[in-house]
């Protein structure tokens, strides 16, 4: 473990692995785990490589009863929720918010100023960009065959572009794009590409109108 140390708080507890990397002005709450090595199932596709160390970098909070897996990378100023889970290899940019009991699934990149809320699910191989809100509850998913693949299958989750807006409760199918500063209804299900600045809605998931100027970001 290395510990640059100013003005970091380590609260109880805690369990931190050696291959960790902690910035300045870090805060890390009761019951984290930090560097979990990830283990697989003896039917998983996933590689068995060596991960690289956890670099939580300078101003990150990290609440209580949370899990983050050696090789992802944590950018400043990041806000982690309690009981989060962050598998192995992820990309988490600076000054975004992960709520509470969100689920971040290996290989995915979260981009800078992202807010996504609570209990929110974000499989393996999701990219984020910047700015993007996602709603509590959101489901994304990157399995078109429901497990039925071989090893040569590639997963592929949703591409959320800058400053897109998930609804509570929606659902992404796998292999899809929302467009830039586009709008996800709450409850809908989008079972294709959504083009840049549209608002959709339903089960599937349909163009409702355009989303004006006057909201997207500056």
Same mark, same amino acid.
């Given at each position: ?7 970091? @708080? ?112 974000? +499989? ?16 994304? +998913? ?10 040569? !299958?590639?997963? @592929?989750?949703?591409?959320? @572009? ?34 840049? !600045? ?21």
């Amino acid at each position: 473990m290395k510990i640059k140390g100013r003005n970091t @708080k380590i609260r109880y507890n805690k369990i931190i692995y050696p291959n960790v990397e902690i910035g300045d002005n870090i805060v890390i709450g009761d019951y984290v785990v930090l560097g979990k090595v990830p283990q697989r199932a003896k039917t998983s596709t996933l590689s068995k490589k060596k991960f690289s160390p956890l670099i939580i970098r300078d101003g990150v909070t990290i609440s209580s009863g949370s899990i983050i897996c050696a090789g992802t990378i944590i950018d400043k100023n990041t806000f982690i929720g309690d009981k989060t889970f962050i598998r192995e290899n992820c990309l988490i940019g600076r000054n975004s918010l992960i709520g509470s009991g969100v689920t971040v699934e290996n290989d995915t990149k979260i981009g800078s100023f992202v807010k996504i809320q609570a209990h929110a699910y974000i +499989t393996a191989y999701v990219i984020i960009e910047d700015y993007v809100f996602i709603a509590p509850g959101v489901l994304t +998913t990157n399995d078109n065959t429901m497990g039925r693949h071989d090893k040569n !299958y590639k997963l @592929k989750g949703a591409i959320i @572009k800058k400053g897109a807006r998930i609804g509570a409760g929606a659902v992404l199918l796998p292999n899809i794009t929302i467009g830039e500063e586009s709008i996800v209804g709450a409850g809908s299900i989008v079972t294709k590409d959504v083009p840049d !600045y549209k608002l959709v809605m339903g089960s599937p998931a349909r163009i409702i109108r355009n989303v004006p100027k006057g909201e997207w970001i500056k």
